[in-house]
């Protein structure tokens, strides 16, 4: 739906229990929520509101989901939500929230998941949020921030990738430091080792997850995002083929790495320098029979050392057709001896055809190596 602002009618309807407002082409400030006190749900993801957040929000103190993301605009201050004690599901994403994290967060005791990534907090972090029993096992996606205190140690449900500013690494999970420059690295995303040709491409059948960052030596994965409304088990994050595929180097294609929202990959101790990346799609989910396998579409956004290259890339679009291998290849530099590259959805194409979930990028296979195109 594609509407400019909200009806003021929306004011009478005091007793709404859920509000999404999510993939609209919404202008000018979120709305005040004094009117919707007893929403027991609320999600505006990439809603096109500016923020900041309005302090208004506290007000819904019988949240138990509460989702945004993807504010254009102000900038925010963590918003006040010490009241909302029955919260499961905490996202702030992309919402331009600067300060630090407030220790109340210790004190949710049913939060289950926690997603503050793509801001400017900044400050130290309590890393276990031992506050209640209940969080040590909560998931917490803090990648991509500020934060100025590291803390000690790994954990699986804890994403803390690029959270220190530009810092890729997370030191006390990188252990094993780069010995030797290196000039290619090939990585078969979601699927086991295999030789093509002359090059040998890495196996990646770690399981990844909605606050997931994986470390493999040389390089490694950050994945972010859950899908709403379903279990996700680690099973979610990877695509199987359903049919013969008939490509070329169709071994590269088999399975593939796929993220609900973002999913990053970095190579490490690579010499600094030019080089040519290669990104390897093949649509192996959706079918282009008469069935409503056929009706999904999948659109994401692709970055290389954080510069957007491919705006709204669909990979059906581009091979034209499915099961068929379509390559996007884009030079990049080294200078740190690192290189960055990130798949986003961002609310576009479908979210529940043929099932739900599955939309967002999918990745068949990285190749990168030395020099330009």
């Given amino acids: 739906m594609k509407i400019k602002c909200l009806p003021l009618e929306l004011n009478n309807l005091i007793n709404l229990q859920e509000m999404i407002l999510s993939s609209n082409n919404f202008t000018g400030k979120l709305p005040d929520f004094r009117s919707w006190k007893q929403l027991d749900k609320l999600e505006i993801i990439a809603s096109g509101f500016e923020g900041p957040i309005p302090s208004s929000i506290s007000i819904l103190q019988n949240l138990t989901e509460l989702r945004i993301s993807n504010l254009n605009g102000g900038v925010s201050q963590f918003p006040q939500l010490e009241n909302m004690t029955q919260l499961k599901i905490l996202m702030l994403r992309s919402c331009n929230i600067s300060g630090e994290i407030p220790n109340y967060l210790s004190e949710l005791s049913r939060l289950q998941k926690l997603d503050l990534s793509f801001n400017n907090l900044a400050g130290e972090i309590n890393s276990d949020f031992s506050g209640a029993p209940s969080l040590a096992t909560l998931q917490i996606d803090l ?23 530009n810092n890729m690494t997370h030191s006390n999970c990188l252990i094993v430091p780069c010995t030797k420059d290196l000039y290619s690295l090939h990585i078969n995303c979601g699927g086991k080792e295999v030789t093509i040709g002359k090059i040998t491409y890495e196996a990646d059948e770690a399981s990844i997850g909605p606050a997931k960052f994986y470390y493999q030596g040389r390089w490694g994965t950050s994945n972010t995002g859950y899908v709403d409304g379903i279990d996700t088990t680690s099973e979610e994050y990877t695509a199987n083929n359903v049919s013969i595929l008939r490509m070329n180097d169709f071994k590269l294609y088999t399975r593939a790495h796929l993220s609900p929202l973002s999913l990053t990959y970095y190579g490490r101790c690579l010499a600094n320098g030019n080089y040519t990346v290669t990104l390897h799609f093949a649509e192996i989910v959706f079918r282009n ?15 290389v050392q954080d510069e957007l290259h491919r705006k709204d890339y669909d990979i059906e679009h581009e091979a034209k057709g499915v099961d068929k291998a379509v390559e996007l290849k884009i030079n990049a530099v080294v200078k740190d ?21 599955t939309y967002g990028p999918l990745i068949s296979a990285i190749s990168i190596e030395s020099g330009k195109i």
Avoid: H
């Fill in 289 to 303: 029979n008469r069935s409503y396998w056929s009706l999904g579409r999948r659109m994401f956004d692709v970055y």
């Fill in 143 to 165: 990648s991509y921030n500020n934060f100025t205190f590291e803390p000690q140690g790994c954990r699986e449900s804890l994403n803390l990738f690029r959270s220190y500013g």
């Fill in 337 to 357: 001896n690192t290189l960055q590259i990130r798949f986003v959805y961002t609310g576009k194409g479908t979210t529940a055809t043929p099932t739900k979930g």
